[in-house]
């Protein structure tokens, strides 16, 4: 078994990875940090887009299913494909939802790696069983109801003749009884648990697409659930509780009263503000699918970035101005050569924490760092540092970029090269597939943090559901929406992302209120 925070990380470990039970928010930090080292990612259908986006955009994404009865890949081809791609020296993640090792075939994966000699790894993940129930505001165990819970499959292996599942006892079992799978069974299950002497009032939840925007819940007892679930198809995935503590959903749920909740939002990605803006919206109970404007691409002359490169040992400063450039810069480096001594004696400047984090990712340390950290921050601090006069300086840089620090310093008297690493181009596929949801499914609300998302959006000339409201960060991308002929129904008076947040929650909070 690997062991953590040891380098070089051992060639063709496999890990079992919890996904958790689908809010992006609930994966482990151990879960992140071999997503992020991956070289191939096999998951399933429970499994969120935006986890998988933990993994490099160089990483190999295969999807193995399963979606009841369409097994994308059987399991013992599956087990197979852990075992070739491990063996051929990649760092496999075998992403699951909830946990690897609840109903999710885990525990045979890991039989077979075993068997083959691979090394693995488990990183266990919050499972639906208790996560579900409690994003209901409904507690696996409580103590003034219960002490005992127990976990059972509604679906069973189809191919074994009888049920293994022995009726009598669990009827006669205390406490809370969670099922996973099987909400085309439940009428079959609730006859049985009734006919071996079950309540029929005992209390049911069910509870679908748990822990989404999506998440639906559906309360009622033994003898009428069945009914229930069948006239209001409701369908899977769906987790059900049944026991006493489903009562305590009146009293104590809280994701479903949030005031986004059931809104689908759409969240036009830009630089790194998406991020921050979706975690605020699911904070306020919505659906979010992040559909990105633009990406990273390679330099237009990538013969002269590498040049620049080869020859940085030769400056007497390197300046970094964002994390993609550090990625752009190694990539390149490690290209040309074997050794990071050839990086020489070069003093290595960065404009902020993220960038400067990067770096000593790859082991480099950061000789300067500005205390504002833009680019006149970091001109300042150069020229208070010391005297840059003939000094040689290399500014790894996106193609798009101010030039306050070239002009900055070449006034001051520096030798200033200026390597383009990358250029953002306007996306066009779907790398997240969110392009393909939106025109499935359309949406509720559309956001749009600046001009050039909306110019990028525009260009992919998808057609905007009647339903759907616009929301701008301000008058200058209201402006632009406007100018397409939009109509703007949401503009932040604070133009910040918490302010644009904030704008969405005030416009349905009036809409509720019949304002
Ligand atoms: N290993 C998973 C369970 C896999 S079996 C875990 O620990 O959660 C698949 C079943 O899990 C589904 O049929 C459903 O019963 C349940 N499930 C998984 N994610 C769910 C979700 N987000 N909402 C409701 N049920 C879910």
Redesign the pocket.
Known sequence: MPERDHDPIPPGTCYLV?A????PGLLTLRAKEVLERADVVLY?Y?CNAEILGHAPASAERIYVGKK?ADHAVPQDELNALLVKLSGEGKTVVRL?????????R?GEEAGELRAAGVPFEVVP?????V??PAYAGIPVTHRDHCSQLTIF???EDPTKAESSLDYKKLAAADGTKV?????GQLARVTAELLAEGADPETPVAL??????GR?QTLVSDLANVARRVEESGFG?????VIGGVVGLREELSWFERRPLFGRRVIVTRTRSQAGQLSVRLRELGAEVDEMPTIRIAPPDDELEFGRFVQDAHTYDWLLFTSPNGVDAFFEMFYKIYKDARSIGGVKIAAVGPGTAKKIKGYHLAVDLLPDEYVAEGLLEKLLETESVENETVLWVRPKEARDVLGKGLTEAGAIVDQAIAYQTVPETGDPTGAVARFREEGADVITFASSSAVEHFLDRGLELPERLKIASIGPVTSGALRSAGLEVDIEAERHDIPGLAAAIEQYYAELRAGV
Do not use: C, E
């Open positions: 919890g958790g039970p689908g809010d399933d429970l009841a699951k939802g909830g946990d690897p090792f609840v109903f999710g885990g993940g919050i499972s639906s069983t996560a579900g499959t509604g679906h099922m996973l799978m099987g909400v509870v679908r697409w748990a822990t989404t998440q899977s995935p769906a987790v059900t």
